[in-house]
T-cell receptor, first 109, second 120 residues
Framework: GQSLEQPSEVTAVEGAIVQINCTYQ??????LSWYQQHDGGAPTFLSY????GLEETGRFSSFLSRSDSYGYLLLQELQMKDSASYFC??????????FGPGTRLSVLP | GAVVSQHPSWVICKSGTSVKIECRSL??????MFWYRQFPKQSLMLMAT?????????EQGVEKDKFLINHASLTLSTLTVTSAHPEDSSFYIC????????????????FGPGTRLLVL
């Protein structure tokens, strides 16, 4: 079977740093992606990790540990506009992306 | 970046009618397109994968006769919800993989803006 786990909700204040974890069990693994989705909108791509380590893109960073089947998305200098749902997704051997349940991030003033 | 469009963005229809949703990749050739369904406050559920020029591959539990997918060209895939019922009301999102310059195995998917379907 295939399963991904993420916390359902995370709350933080503006300017803070928040980490959203993702653990996975899938049939094969090529890489881990992160997507952001605002209410009523479609997902937008944030990052992709195929190798172990940290990838940094501006205020967002993503980490992967293949041996631990674990990754996280790190959001720094939080802004109100970062309030959204964040999904991790695994690219499996079928070249499809399997999505996690999503984490709803609320940024408070 | 790559752009994917969907049409229509909103559709309201009566129970029993059929609805067609179009997904287009605007600036790249999408060898593979995916169709997802998302219910409120839930994750994206992959319905089917369509490759240009071949039959779509449906996920377990998705009725292929109800959700007809056609991927006739490298820039267009369509999803037709046949004999729609209220339980089919959902947010339908397509995504395309291909990337610029016809790259076959893109490292990401580009999502369309989605289509909200309401069946009365």
């Amino acid at each position: 079977g295939q399963s991904l786990e993420q916390p359902s909700e995370v709350t933080a204040v503006e300017g803070a740093i928040v980490q959203i974890n993702c653990t996975y069990q899938t049939s094969g693994f090529y890489g881990l992606s992160w997507y952001q989705q605002h209410d009523g909108g479609a997902p937008t791509f944030l990052s992709y990790n195929a190798l172990d380590g940290l990838e940094e893109t501006g205020r967002f960073s993503s980490f992967l540990s293949r041996s631990d089947s674990y990754g996280y998305l790190l959001l720094q200098e939080l802004q109100m506009k970062d309030s959204a749902s964040y999904f991790c997704a695994v690219k499996n051997y079928g070249q499809n992306f399997v999505f996690g349940p999503g984490t709803r991030l609320s940024v408070l003033p | 970046g790559a752009v994917v469009s969907q049409h229509p963005s909103w559709v309201i229809c009566k129970s029993g009618t059929s609805v067609k949703i179009e997904c287009r990749s605007l600036d790249f050739q999408a060898t593979t397109m995916f169709w997802y369904r998302q219910f409120p406050k839930q994750s994206l559920m992959l319905m089917a994968t369509s490759n240009e020029g071949s039959k779509a591959t449906y996920e377990q539990g998705v009725e292929k006769d109800k959700f007809l997918i056609n991927h006739a060209s490298l820039t267009l895939s369509t999803l037709t919800v046949t004999s729609a019922h209220p339980e089919d009301s959902s947010f339908y999102i397509c995504s395309a993989r291909g990337g610029p310059f016809g790259a076959r195995w893109g490292k990401t998917q580009y999502f369309g803006p989605g289509t909200r379907l309401l069946v009365l």
